[in-house]
């Protein structure tokens, strides 16, 4: 309900807003509130966020879960928005779960100063053993620490390039999403799409391993991270064929390059209906200022269908 200030409220008359619980009089208020006072306005998107976030940790239930499908959920745009942060939310579980297994993998390293026998060596030479034992630890744990921390740095780099790759796959879910939304009826779970992604290097000139992704039913998009050697173009666009026919199966609007680590990449969301289970070239080509365009690598991979 409304604090003594008429304009501050508490956050769960907000969400009771947001889900079309209010009386119409009273969301009526709020809908004016909202396009003439900024500070009301940022707050509500605040609320949104937070609740929209809750909903695809299924963390809701109740009468907000249900008035949150039937009501919240009755747009395209609120649908596009609840659509990207699951998609948001698989990826960092994807990289919560990479970062895992190299942690078990280091974890499973064996001590290497088991490899030693610590039997008694003779008197003559107990000095120079104890000594050359040192100097390898010494240097074995140099080596070490040196190690952790550049595993350090590559786990900050990943998490500070964490953000412009959610604004880069926003911008792009947004485009696509407002190409490609279908009707839907008012109850539609949208927990039911799902939001598959690929990472793929820099092409290069030798033979390399062909990639697969793997689509399964309802999956809603294909994310593609395509890793750029250099990024010197302001702007970028990715086209999708079919090299067995050479046709066009998908053409991305205008993209920017974001950061994926160390490197630079262009992310493109493609709808997952226009894929069949075969071969497919990502074509990504640079687009200078002066106009035109150059082809900076073609990045092939394979579609599964289960």
Known sequence: MPSPDKNVFEDQYLVRYLVGALPAEEADRLDQLSVVDDDFAWRLREIENDLVDSYVRSELNGETLARFKAFYMATARRRQKVQFAEGLRQLKA????????????????????????????????????AALVMM??????????????????DARAQYASSDQRARNLENELKQQLSKTETPKSPTA??????????????????????????????????????????????????????????????????LEAGSVGDS????????????????YIAEVAGLPKAGGKRIVGNYPFHVALK
Not at 109 to 121: C, K, T
Not at 208 to 235: C, G, I, M, N, Y
């Open 94 to 129: 994807a990289n919560a779960n990479a970062a895992a297994t190299s942690n078990k993998l280091n974890e499973s390293r064996a001590p290497f100063w088991g490899a030693f026998s610590l039997s008694r060596p003779a008197p003559q030479f107990g000095i120079a053993f």
């Open 136 to 153: 390898l630890m010494a240097g074995y744990l140099l080596v070490q620490n040196a190690h952790l921390r550049h595993e350090v740095q």
């Open 189 to 254: 779970d949208i927990g039911q799409l799902k939001t598959v992604s690929l990472l793929l290097p820099p092409p290069t000139r030798g033979l390399s391993s062909l990639q697969t992704v793997t689509v399964r039913p309802h999956t809603d998009l294909v994310l593609l991270l395509l890793t750029l050697e250099s990024a010197k173009f302001p702007r970028y666009r990715v086209t999708v064929r079919d090299p067995a026919t050479n046709t066009v199966v998908w053409q991305s609007s205008e």
């Open 264 to 279: 630079k990449a262009v992310s493109a969301g493609l709808p997952a209906h226009l894929l069949q289970e075969r071969n």
